[in-house]
Nanobody, 124 residues
């Protein structure tokens, strides 16, 4: 399984970024795809997740309205649209894949494949 995250970079506060995660190596129709992030000196935290088949989404209340997860089944790609970014969003963002039922979609134990991470830096 390969998960290739891209789209990170440097952006000014209140700007947008869209992250992409291209998945390959198996059939993902029974998977949850998630985004996590890890800021320097902090633990990895859940950002959002989406089911490949039904499109059910999972999100964090504090990020609702700014972060939106979506998928393109034909391209085997999951996106994270991030709007109104703030310096507190600075982190390495990871995409992950896991079979339904592996664990909680909101926790790392729900995933068994991880991408390499993409850096997002937001300046004030």
């Amino acid at each position: 399984v390969q998960l290739q995250a891209s789209g990170g970079g440097s952006v000014q506060a209140r700007g947008p970024l869209r992250l992409s995660c291209a998945a390959s190596g198996r059939t993902f129709s029974n998977d949850i795809m998630g985004w996590f992030r890890q800021a320097p000196g902090k633990e990895r935290e859940f950002v959002a997740a989406i089911g490949w088949k039904g499109g059910m989404t999972y999100s964090v209340d504090s990020l609702k309205g700014r972060f939106t997860i979506s998928r393109d089944n034909a391209r085997n790609t999951v996106y994270l649209q991030m709007d109104s970014l703030s310096p507190e969003d600075t982190a390495v963002y990871y995409c992950a894949a896991g079979r339904y039922g592996l664990g909680s979609p909101r926790r790392s134990n729900g995933y068994d494949s991880w991408g390499q991470g993409t850096q997002v830096t937001v300046s004030s």
